[in-house]
Every structure is written in structure tokens, then in C-alpha cells.
């Protein structure tokens, strides 16, 4: 099993809660996690119905903008940010009602040496749980194949929610 979701408090120290920033959070996220802004993308997450298919969306860009779209990583980062993001809007996100000026949650994709890594803040406090595996369920297999798929997956709280990430290799 390739989970690391023991709550780590240093990550927790270092990244700052998304929600009540100005808006435009790459540059302070990339620089909160060490990591340079040209090697990091966001995208704003909500409860609305076309909120899932604009960040699959968004992750096919960024793939591409890094030259990536083609490489044999391409399609498991796709599936672990979707799942990420799907976890975040279906089970962390108040329903969609009224318009926000900022978005409640944030999809971030970080290139480093080796590895794209994925990470979803949203402003719920619950921790994740890689559940059994339960048979036929409709639900309930995001975590299953975020830890198939990563080479590593874990938490970390922030403010009053929390970023759940994922590492997949780059062959």
C-alpha cells in the first residue's frame, strides 16, 4: 500500500488555507510548498455540474503546456486528478447555490524531477479513508485507484480543511 495519510503537521505549517487568499493562489501556493511557479498549476474547484469536467480538462492542458500528453504518465494523472478532484466537490464542497467570489476548493499539479504531483485543498477537516474493498458498489473506489495508480498519496490538514496529494511517476 502505498498510503502516507498520517496527518503531517511541517506540510500543514508551510501551506497556506486557499480559501481566504486573493484569488490568484498559484504564486503563493508554489511558494509555500518550495516550488517554482512555472513548474505549478491551479485551477479553482466548485460544486457546480461542469466543475469536474473543466479539471479533467485543466489537467490535459497543463499536461500538454509541460510537453507530457503523450508520456505513459499522462493517463494515470489524469485519473488520480480527476478522482482527487471528485473526492473534493462530491464529498468535501457545500452544494452549489449561490455564487462565490472565490472558488472552495483548489485542484494543484506540480511538475518535479521524475514525478507529477497532484494536490486538492478543500475546506473540509475529514480526513480521507481508503475504504475495503466492498464488491460492486457504484462509490466508494476513488482512494483504491489514487493508491493503485500513485507512487505515494497522503494528507495534510490546512487551516480549517485540508490538501490530499498524490505522486505519480514519470517514466
Same mark, same amino acid.
Given at each position: 500500500?502505498?498510503? /502516507?495519510?498520517?496527518?503531517?503537521? /511541517?506540510?500543514?505549517?508551510?501551506?497556506?488555507d486557499?480559501?481566504?487568499?486573493?484569488?490568484?493562489?498559484?504564486e503563493?501556493? +508554489?511558494?509555500?510548498?518550495?516550488?517554482?511557479?512555472?513548474?505549478?498549476?491551479?485551477?479553482?474547484?466548485?460544486?457546480g455540474?461542469?466543475?469536474?469536467?473543466?479539471?479533467?480538462?485543466?489537467?490535459?492542458?497543463?499536461?500538454e503546456?509541460?510537453?507530457?500528453?503523450?508520456?505513459?504518465?499522462?493517463d494515470?494523472?489524469?485519473?488520480?486528478?480527476?478522482?482527487?478532484?471528485?473526492? +473534493?466537490?462530491?464529498?468535501?464542497?457545500?452544494? $452549489?447555490? *449561490?455564487?462565490?467570489?472565490?472558488?472552495?476548493?483548489?485542484?494543484?499539479? +506540480? *511538475?518535479?524531477?521524475?514525478?507529477?504531483?497532484c494536490?486538492?485543498?478543500?475546506?473540509?477537516?475529514?480526513?480521507?479513508?481508503?475504504? /475495503?474493498?466492498e464488491?460492486?458498489?457504484?462509490?466508494? *473506489?476513488?482512494l483504491?485507484?489514487?493508491?493503485?495508480? $500513485?507512487? $505515494?498519496?497522503?494528507? $495534510?490538514?490546512?487551516?480549517?480543511?485540508?490538501?490530499?496529494?498524490? *505522486?505519480?511517476?514519470?517514466?
Amino acid at each position: 500500500m502505498h498510503a /502516507e495519510n498520517a496527518s503531517r503537521p /511541517e506540510a500543514a505549517a508551510r501551506c497556506t488555507d486557499l480559501a481566504e487568499n486573493d484569488g490568484v493562489p498559484q504564486e503563493r501556493w +508554489a511558494r509555500d510548498l518550495g516550488i517554482a511557479a512555472t513548474r505549478f498549476a491551479t485551477h479553482g474547484l466548485d460544486a457546480g455540474p461542469e466543475s469536474l469536467r473543466r479539471a479533467r480538462a485543466f489537467v490535459r492542458d497543463s499536461l500538454e503546456r509541460w510537453g507530457l500528453e503523450s508520456a505513459p504518465c499522462a493517463d494515470d494523472m489524469a485519473l488520480v486528478a480527476g478522482e482527487l478532484a471528485s473526492n +473534493a466537490v462530491c464529498h468535501a464542497l457545500p452544494p $452549489s447555490g *449561490r455564487p462565490v467570489s472565490l472558488p472552495p476548493a483548489w485542484l494543484g499539479l +506540480a *511538475r518535479q524531477e521524475g514525478a507529477l504531483v497532484c494536490a486538492v485543498n478543500d475546506p473540509s477537516p475529514d480526513a480521507p479513508v481508503l475504504r /475495503e474493498d466492498e464488491g460492486f458498489l457504484e462509490r466508494g *473506489r476513488g482512494l483504491r485507484i489514487i493508491d493503485a495508480l $500513485s507512487s $505515494s498519496w497522503g494528507w $495534510s490538514p490546512t487551516g480549517p480543511g485540508k490538501t490530499v496529494w498524490a *505522486r505519480v511517476l514519470v517514466a
